[in-house]
């Protein structure tokens, strides 16, 4: 038996409107108006199928395409009554791409094929209008000239030009007849002039070099480009098709016109008519900008009769499509035509706003307005953002670590932020060369932060996205200078006091101010994300670490803190000094003599957080970095000690001189106070404690300190360090419980590899909870566990489970250990590269690793459930707040994700989409 054939071509009254991935969404459409009775100009659709297949076989058409076509082209000749090629009633026709998914403006179209200089004469004496059919011509030569032949632009534009100057014409339509003419013998001496050969007359090579050229710009670098930035893959596009439609003319004269409309406005998502058209006009006139277009509703008054027939085809089209639609239309002679329609593209805001609006008036579900954003787009309106109309060119770009937009005068270290701030209360923005915990208090102060080292998971990144501050980090373009106050970025020099503005969005730095749009929750995103709590079964909790924190994340949602992380409690500038004495202290009785005065502290941070997320659970993380992340560098404390060291010489000197001139003073007979410069004990003093910090520094010297002295094994060894803390939260929970405050504190042990670990830690919380139930009178309400960050936990999660009431996953360290990345080295060396050859699809710090990250997880979920049941399981790193991941979380069986507060939106729009793709 013979194998049937591939078809190749569809007419569009036989082409599967549904199948845009065949026809793609120009032709699915094209063939599904007709269908349903639209004015469409007849045509046919050469399929995606025909497109690969010629990309994979040298630029090689597959085998009876062109038959197919010309057997199409026959059939569009008995409808139309015209003949392609005709030199008395000629067939003219359209070439346009278009793939699965919109790509505006990416893919090439050529108008007003077939003509040649014989149907030129066949279009004058069939409409009459001389003008009209070289005006036809001329545009046909240089789109032809352009993406069939290869022409630059400039070749046809610099002569257009010097003929409208010439005439004094400033728009097309002011040309006459005669110019045309000569515009037209122009176009055609330059193509010959460019391509060594004349101007093809046959219609049927006119055609073929139009087809091969459509399907050639699939891999063309617009193409391509667009498709990386949006991240379009395969599955969703591939391939263009090729959609041959007869040429309907809207610059025959003035009852024609041709325009774009929008079915809503796409700005706004206001239900209101939007669009633009031009009179007498082609619609690239309309597309390109060459002409000024009149506002849609301007042809109320223009084309009463046309205009209504319009507001017809807008409701037919969203009713039928149950979608905003983006449509361009064609008046010939007073007949609408419909030349395409697709899914229009809108900001976020008028995604949210249509999405509501089109379920309560019944053309969509709430499943379906859900389905129909993308939850990462919700940080639109969310953060405030850079104005799309600003004209600005960025000075240096970095990784878009936090979003939003902001603009500040520069500070180069976070002492002289919190200095600048309380003399002069002007916005700031923290230049640094990478920051530290001991950085906080600058980022409370700054309205952003930029970094020349790092990456989207550095210090900065996850600190800026907790506090929902714009964060630009690893901008390797920025040379800064900390001692200079000074930074470079090429021959640009910026000090300390410029203005610069940065759009954490984007990764893109400005020099002075940028204007930015402030962000809105509106009551549309309230409305469409309480559908989404209806549907998720995943829980959206929020990373946060004080209370300022938790109020904002409660503002975006969340339903708890599945991660507070209780070193950023350590690092406000008045309690920095106790914990350096904690860290250099030489005995466990100074050592306990500091953390007797954190303790009151801490509590009282407890209190406060777990008052204002009151009732729902909080997870507080023991310390966990190394503690020697808290004190200065090695080379800062020698800088430092240098310095001081001049300073007591300078002082020696400045006592010599006093008491020489008080000598001399007394001689004379008159004794005359002589001022000091201050006390040379207080820099021996400095000296000292400087000279005791830099022995610490030394001591607590790590190799790796990623996989050293840090976490649980920090606890071990320093036992007193954490019993401070979780005494603070068990007397921090009675004394909420004593209010008739409902509280659900969890204390998390981080980095664990063995269940002996988590038995230590467990019997110090133990004796710690006898000790508050006695002196509280009451047994605090707390759960205990784990935080899933070693590869070896994962893989030991039955033991990990019989100690531990809850497992969370810090995806950021276990992505780390799992593919031994460092992330900072990673995304600043070779990620972006692995991405590029196709080693890795994605960032696995941004993207969970589902093959291996997620098999880990996995594994632990199911072996930690075998062992309990419904055990609460969650994931707290970063990854918590990024959609694809969310939706690996749902599919294993998670029990909450946690993300930071401006994340929390996003992680419950795609916990929904998760669930709902789920069932």
Known sequence: ????????????????????????????????????????????????????????????????????????????????????????????????????????????????????????????????????????????????????????????????????????????????????????????EIVHAQTGRSFPEDPYEQLDLAIKAVLGSWSGKRAVDYRREFNITPDQANGTAVNICTMVFGNRGDDCATGVAFTRNPGTGENMFYGEYLVNAQGEDVVAGIRTPKPIAQMADEMPDLYRQLEELRSKLEKHYSEIQDFEF?????????????????????????????????????????????????????????????????????????????????????????????????????????????????????????????????????????????????????????????????????????????????????????????????EELKTLLSWADERARLKVMANADVPEDAERALKYGAMGIGLCRTERMFNAAERLPIVLEMIVADTLEQRQS?????????????????????????????????????????????????????????????????????????????????????????????????????????ALFEVNPMLGHRGVRLGITFPEIYAMQIRAVLEAACECQKKGIEVHPEIMIPQVCTAEELRNI????????????????????????????????????????????????????????????SREDAENKFLPMYSEVGILQNNPFEVLDANGVGKLMELAVNWGRSVKPGMKIGICGEHGGHPASISFCHKIGLSYVSCSGPRVPIARLAAAQAALLDS
């Open 1 to 188: 038996m013979t194998k049937q054939a591939t078809t190749y071509v569809y007419s569009f009254t036989e082409g599967d409107g549904k199948n845009r991935q065949l026809l793609g969404g120009k032709g699915a459409n094209l063939c599904e108006m007709t269908q349903i009775g639209l004015n469409v100009p007849p045509g046919y659709t050469i399929t995606t199928e025909a497109c690969l297949s010629y990309l994979e076989n040298d630029s090689t058409y597959p085998d009876g395409l062109m038959q197919e076509v010309k057997e199409q082209m026959v059939a569009l000749e008995n409808v139309t009554g015209k003949g392609f090629g005709d030199a008395h009633n000629p067939l003219l026709v359209s070439v346009r791409s278009g793939s699965a998914m919109s790509m505006p403006g990416m893919m090439d179209t050529i108008l007003n094929l077939g003509m040649n200089s014989d149907t030129l004469q066949g279009e004058i004496e069939q409409t009459g209008d001389e003008r009209f059919a070289y005006d036809a011509y001329r545009r046909f030569i240089q789109l032809f000239g352009k993406v069939a032949l290869g022409i630059e632009d400039e070749y046809f534009d610099e002569p257009f030009e010097a003929i409208k100057k010439r005439e004094g014409v400033k728009e097309d339509v002011g040309l006459s007849t005669d110019n045309l003419k000569e515009i037209a013998t122009l176009f055609l």
């Open 330 to 522: 064609t008046i010939e002679k007073g007949i609408l035509y419909c030349l395409q329609t697709r899914n229009g593209k809108m900001n976020t805001q008028a995604m949210v706003r249509t999405s509501v609006e089109l379920v309560a008036e019944g053309l969509i579900s709430e499943e379906e307005a859900l389905m129909r954003i993308a939850p990462e787009s919700l940080e639109q309106m969310l953060f405030p953002r850079l104005d799309p109309d600003a004209d600005a060119t960025p000075l240096a770009a970095g990784l878009p670590a936090s979003p939003g937009a902001a603009c500040g005068h520069v500070v180069f270290d976070a002492d002289r932020a919190v200095a600048q701030k309380n003399n002069n209360d002007r916005p700031l923005i923290l230049l640094r060369e990478e920051t530290k915990p001991e950085d906080i208090h600058g980022f409370f102060v700054s309205e952003a932060i930029l970094t020349s080292r790092g990456g989207k998971t550095s210090h900065a990144a996850v600190v800026a996205r907790g506090m929902g501050k714009p964060c630009v980090a690893g901008a390797d373009g920025i040379e800064v200078d900390v001692m200079a106050r000074r930074a470079h970025i090429g021959d640009v020099v910026i000090k300390e006091g410029d203005v610069i503005t940065l759009d954490g969005t984007t990764g893109n730095v400005y020099l002075g101010v940028v204007d930015t749009v402030e962000a809105e929750f509106s």
């Open 594 to 698: 500091a953390l007797d005065r954190l303790l009151p502290i801490q509590r009282q941070d407890f209190i406060e957080l777990f008052t204002t997320m009151s009732p729902n659970a909080v997870t507080v993380r023991l310390l966990d970095p190394p503690i020697h992340e808290f004190l200065p560098s090695e080379n800062q404390l020698i800088d430092d000690l240098v310095q001081l060291k001049h300073l007591k010489d300078t002082m020696r000197g400045s006592e010599v001189l006093s008491a020489t001139l008080s000598l001399l003073s007394a001689q004379n007979g008159v004794l005359k106070p002589i001022q000091q410069l201050a006390d040379s004990s207080l820099v021996d003093e400095a000296i000292e404690k400087k000279e005791a910090i830099l022995k610490k520094v030394r």
């Open 762 to 821: 467990k019997v110090h919380v133990e004796k710690i909870r006898k000790e508050v139930q006695q002196a509280q009178g009451m047994d605090p309400s707390f759960k205990f566990g784990t935080m899933m960050e070693v590869v070896r936990a994962c893989l030991r999660a039955e033991q990990l489970a019989t100690e531990a009431e809850f497992f969370s996953f810090g995806t950021n360290d276990l992505t780390q250990a799992t593919f031994s990345f």
